[in-house]
C-alpha cells in the first residue's frame, strides 16, 4: 500500500541553524500538508499547498518558514533560523483530491529538537 | 474560529470491555467532517473513523463507532471489545475543507 515518507526521522540542529525536512507524498496526491505537534501538545496545522502554491497557512507559519514542491515526487518544509521552540514532531500529509472528502495520509514524522 | 474539544485527558478500560471517548466542537458551519485519529507510541497518525455532518447516520468501522449530534455539536468514539493495541492517544478532528483542525487528544490505556 503506497505511504507518505519522511526523512530524516529525527533530527537535532542548532538555534539559529537553517533545517530543511522533507517528504515524499503518495505518487498521485494532489494536496499536501505540513502539521506540528508540540510534544504532549495537539497537532496544529501549518500550511496546505495545492497546485504549486500555498492554499493556506496558519498564523504559526510566519516568515521562517517555507515550502517547496522542488521537483514532481519532493514536498519540503524549510526553516530558516530555528529557534527553541521549535521543536516538535512535524507532520507531512497528503490527500488525493479534494481534501477532507478524502482521507489525508500522515506521514510517519520528524522529530525535531533544537539545542 | 473553530475549536475541538477534549476534556478527558485520560481513560482507561478492561480488555474486552467497551469505551467511550468524547469529543465536542465549534462552529458556524453546516457542512463539515469530523475524524477520530489514534496515534501509538510510534506517533504516526492512523485514521480510525470518518463523519459527514451532512448524513445522520453514525458511523461504524468494525470495533469502532461514533454517536454524532449535529445540534449538540459532539462527536464520541465507542471501543467494543477493547483490545491491548487500542492502547494510545486519540485526536478528534474537524475539517470543513482542507485543514484539519486537532482537539488536544486523550490517552486510552487498555488494562489486561
Known amino acids: 500500500e503506497p505511504e507518505v515518507t519522511q526523512t530524516p526521522s529525527h533530527q537535532v540542529t542548532q538555534m539559529g541553524q537553517e533545517v530543511i525536512l522533507r517528504c515524499v507524498p503518495i505518487?498521485?496526491?494532489?494536496?499536501f500538508y505540513w502539521y506540528r505537534q508540540i510534544l504532549g501538545q495537539k497537532v496544529e496545522f501549518l500550511v496546505s499547498?495545492?497546485?504549486?502554491?500555498?492554499?493556506?497557512k496558519s498564523e504559526i507559519f510566519d516568515d521562517q518558514f517555507s515550502v517547496e514542491r522542488p521537483d514532481g515526487s519532493n514536498f519540503t518544509l524549510k526553516i530558516r533560523s530555528t529557534k527553541l521552540e521549535d521543536s516538535a514532531m512535524y507532520f507531512c500529509?497528503?490527500?488525493?483530491?479534494?481534501?477532507?472528502?478524502?482521507?489525508?495520509?500522515f506521514g510517519p514524522g520528524t522529530r525535531l529538537t533544537v539545542t | 474560529a473553530q475549536t475541538v474539544t477534549q476534556s478527558q485527558p485520560e481513560m482507561s478500560v478492561q480488555e474486552a470491555e467497551t469505551v467511550t471517548l468524547s469529543c465536542t466542537y465549534d462552529?458556524?458551519?453546516?457542512?463539515?467532517?469530523l475524524f477520530w485519529y489514534k496515534q501509538p507510541p510510534s506517533r504516526q497518525m492512523i485514521l480510525v473513523i470518518r463523519?459527514?455532518?451532512?448524513?445522520?447516520q453514525n458511523a461504524t468501522e468494525n470495533r469502532f463507532s461514533v454517536n454524532f449530534q449535529k445540534a449538540a455539536k459532539s462527536f464520541s468514539l465507542k471501543i467494543s471489545d477493547s483490545q491491548l493495541g487500542d492502547a494510545a492517544m486519540y485526536f478528534c478532528?474537524?475539517?470543513?475543507?482542507?485543514?484539519?483542525?486537532f482537539g488536544k487528544g486523550i490517552t486510552l490505556s487498555v488494562r489486561p
Open positions: 463523519q459527514e455532518a451532512y448524513k445522520q
Open positions: 505518487s498521485n496526491h494532489l494536496y
Open positions: 499547498f495545492y497546485n504549486n502554491e500555498i492554499s493556506e
Open positions: 462552529t458556524s458551519e453546516s457542512d463539515y467532517y
Open positions: 478532528a474537524y475539517s470543513p475543507w482542507g485543514k484539519l483542525t
Open positions: 500529509a497528503s490527500t488525493r483530491r479534494e481534501p477532507t472528502i478524502h482521507e489525508q495520509y
